[in-house]
């Protein structure tokens, strides 16, 4: 008796290690799975929780639908801003120009590359003036607009702030609007925000880094 005694107390002592070590293991491979990474703290990623962009129709200087589906498969830069901006719009422009320069000496990544000047200036920036104007920066470049409820459906999403001031005596007027450069990922999610003034080789730096960071997730 006291030898089953004995045996009977080292297989539920054999269970019990067995049990403690199964739910160890189960928590360490949930921790390690399942915990967002947290990116590095130089980069203006905007993670763990990026928000998800919805379902927006505007059109671009090619008079073609600009939507979501556009919007995904590709990492897109955004910029929002208007033809007549005397100065933020073409720097921020011609920095976006040096950027893609820069990802030529990655195509892969490039071909995967697209950036969007959305003009918040409906009423003037017909698509003929945004298609001659983007293309004065790069001919790749996407220019796209909409009535401003429409407009208002992304700009929304984004918490991009825009405001058209009183017009001069000659019926010209500023648009007050928010400066900085937006980043989408290929699933349309709003990960990332470069703030002014912008550096071209700063914005190349960080974007190749959060790609390599959200593609490892």
């Not at 799975?33 to 927006?56: C, G, M, V, Y």
């Amino acid at each position: 008796m006291p030898e089953l005694a004995s045996r009977q107390t080292l297989h539920l002592l054999v269970a019990f290690v067995c049990g403690f070590a199964a739910i160890t293991g189960g928590l360490f491979a949930y921790q390690k799975f399942s915990r967002a990474a947290i990116p590095p703290t130089d980069l203006p990623i905007l993670w763990p929780n990026p928000k998800q962009i919805h379902e927006f129709a505007l059109g671009d200087q090619n008079g073609e639908a600009f939507d979501l589906e556009r919007a995904q498969g590709k990492w897109t830069f955004w910029f929002f801003g208007y033809t007549h901006c005397p100065d933020v719009c073409p720097i921020t422009l011609s920095v976006m120009n040096e950027v893609d320069a820069k990802l030529a000496s990655v195509p892969a990544l490039r071909r995967r590359t697209q950036t969007v000047f959305v003009s918040v200036d409906p009423a003037r920036d017909s698509p003929s003036r945004l298609g001659q104007y983007v293309e004065f920066f790069n001919a790749g470049f996407l220019g796209v607009t909409a009535s401003e409820e429409r407009l208002a459906a992304l700009t929304r999403q984004f918490g991009i702030l825009f405001l058209p001031q009183t017009p001069d005596a000659t019926g010209d007027y500023l648009v007050d609007h928010t400066a900085a450069i937006l980043l989408t990922d290929p699933q349309a999610r709003f990960v990332g925000l470069f703030s002014a003034p912008h550096s071209a080789q700063e914005i190349e730096d960080q974007f190749r880094r959060i790609e390599a960071f959200v593609a490892a997730q």
